[in-house]
Every structure is written in C-alpha cells, then in structure tokens.
Nanobody, 124 residues
Framework: QVQLVESGGGLVQAGGSLRLSCAAS????????MGWFRQAPGKEREFVAA????????YYADSVKDRFTISRDNAKTTVYLQMNSLEPEDTAVYSC?????????????????WGQGTQVTVSS
C-alpha cells in the first residue's frame, strides 16, 4: 500500500529555516507528481508547492515564493521542502501528497495519496 511519511518539522524562530522530507513507498515514485500542503488551526488546507513527475516544473503559492524550494530525489523516493525566512504565519501542519502523472490542479482534491503531516511552529 502507498505510504507517505513526513519528517523534519519542529519549532523554529522567525527568520529561521527547516527542511521537510517526505519518504514515499508502495508506488512508482518517478511517475507521480508531488505536492506540499499545509493547514493551520481553524483554516482550510492550502497549497504550498508542487513538483511534476518529470522534475521539469515546480509550482509555489504566492505566500511562499522565493522563500520555499521543493525538490525531489527519485532514487530515494523522497520529496523535500526547504523553507527559509520562516514567518509566524507559516505555522501549520505540513503534509505531502502524491498524484499520478501531470499536475492538473493545485487543489487538494487533485492529489490521491496523503501523508499524516508534520507540525511546523514558527515563533515570533
């Protein structure tokens, strides 16, 4: 069965950095586009970043553009989210998600498989 396991979350001061990892198993990773989403308390889940199955395309929410970088290592079946210049508004549970083939929408409904999430807390 498909498993996505996130790691790397934690508590960091504003301006700091974290790198999230999402290890995938049970799927042909190289054929899946991958995304990161986040959900803060009392808010809906929102798109953060995505990377196509072919590595050629990356997508970012405006709120994280130029601060976050998504990447993937197909040999390790892992997708990463490097987060720099973190702000208190970035505090949320971050989840990775997988979608077979091309990315057609940044909506959570467009992704089939989900991890449990990892907490990121940014203190001011």
């Amino acid at each position: 069965q498909v498993q996505l396991v996130e790691s790397g979350g934690g508590l960091v001061q504003a301006g700091g950095s974290l790198r999230l990892s999402c290890a995938a198993s049970g799927l042909t990773f190289s054929l899946y586009s991958m995304g990161w989403f986040r959900q803060a308390p009392g808010k809906e889940r929102e798109f953060v970043a995505a990377i196509s199955w072919s590595h050629s395309d990356t997508y970012y929410a405006d709120s994280v553009k130029d601060r976050f970088t998504i990447s993937r290592d197909n040999a390790k079946t892992t997708v990463y989210l490097q987060m720099n210049s973190l702000e208190p508004e970035d505090t949320a549970v971050y989840s990775c998600a997988a979608k077979w083939g091309k990315i057609q929408t940044m909506s959570p409904e467009g992704f089939r498989y989900w991890g449990q999430g990892t907490q990121v807390t940014v203190s001011s």
